[in-house]
């Protein structure tokens, strides 16, 4: 029987290497490269040109934009990217090799702690969750791993500074203020880490409380370190005129959003429940199992505590803390759009953790028939990930409209007169696909209604109402 398992196990876990690898390739040459990471791509690109750490500033009024605040991905992915960049690596594949580097990171840390908290079965369902996360869909999506987006590299340090916690807080601090570095929606992921150290805390009552803060400090000051380098970086660059400009800019993009949506708690809800490639139904009766499986295995470790059980216990309520924080946050904030985009970072972080805890708690119920039932349920949920993990990857070599062979041919004629007139901007008109193909001639991409892109030809895969500079997949037209 144990052989039977090891074998099982081991052909699982390659089926899931198999997974990861062709999502990860279909991600990084494949997919299309779409408009947040062309606007991303900017910053890196304009930093090796000499011109700071600075984006196009397509929507801050089309002029060189320095520590542009609607550029959410931070520079703990975008400085990596000038690097390889700085190579001569080809600019779309070059700047998706570093998200890819950090989904291997999460993954890697995933099984690390899977293994930690339930052994390999925990290690090998940590590992699956992400694959099972459909966030493909919509206007704004995370196509794949590959693609240039701060939300998988925040996740993965997150996962690290768990990993890190137990025994150096200080470590643990700082990969999340670099997770806030990589995205700053990562900020939410400190209720998270709050409540692990409470519960790692000895004693009670005030004196548990004493104790907890004072194992909190110095993580908090490693946790500010990253924040505090850029927001430092920023006002000797900007001056103090211009850096009260820039976060006067960032709080009023954070407090909206950047949209203008109106949506509802339910709406978000459903949105969540259908990003399984499942039936929502039963994707809800999977996390309902998980959840009543993990209070089970906790109910019996607070009552019958065994060693280990404080680090279970910790783990299992930093990740609760933080599905609720992220999608409590994203589910009432109505100005939010339905993307699963905005809570991916917990998503991706603390899921796999609960699945992983969920394989302890399974066994820690004490032989019987309640046993049977936690283990049983612990099964169907692992059933329902690796249905919606084949799922993705068998969507994942469908065709999804344009891809990125396709953009570089559509571009091609419009990258060579750029070259030959020496344009320096284009404007896209409207936002959306022409943002990524302007980014790909080479040029600055501007919005064609902003007042400074007023004499600047325009990029449109419409017809051109003025004269018609140049045409491929898309066309150049005049101002």
Known sequence: MTRARTVLFWVLAAALVIGHVIVAWHSLVVWRFWEDEAFNLTVPRNLLAGLGYS??????GSTITPFDPRISTGPVVLLPVAAV??????????ARLVPLAYWVLLLAGLALLGRRIGGRWAALLAVAVPLAFAT???????QGPADLLG???AAALIVWALLALPRRAWLAGLLLGLAIQAKLIALLALPAFAIALWVLADG???????ETLRR????????????????LTALLSLGFTGYVAHLRALVGFVRSGGQGASTTVLQKLQTLADSWSVPAVVAVAAFLLLAAVIVTGVVFARREPASGDRLMLAYASAATMGMVAFIGWWATASQLPLWVRHPAVGIFAFLPVLAAVAVWSARRVPRGALANITIA???????VVGIAAAMQVSSSSVSRGQTLERQREAVAPLAEWVTETGTDWLAAQPWGAAVPAIVLTGAHVGLSDAPAMTDTPRLTGQECTTETLAEGGYRICAP
């Open 151 to 153: 939300e998988i590299p």
């Open 85 to 94: 960049l700085a190579t001569g690596a080809d600019a779309v594949i070059g």
């Open 55 to 60: 984006s196009d500033g397509a929507l801050s």
């Open 204 to 210: 009670r009552g005030w004196a548990r409380v004493r």
């Open 136 to 142: 493909s869909a919509g206007v704004s999506p995370i």
């Open 377 to 383: 349920a612990t099964a169907i949920f692992a059933l």
């Open 216 to 231: 909190s400090w110095l993580p908090l000051v490693f946790v500010a370190l990253p924040t505090l380098l850029v927001e």
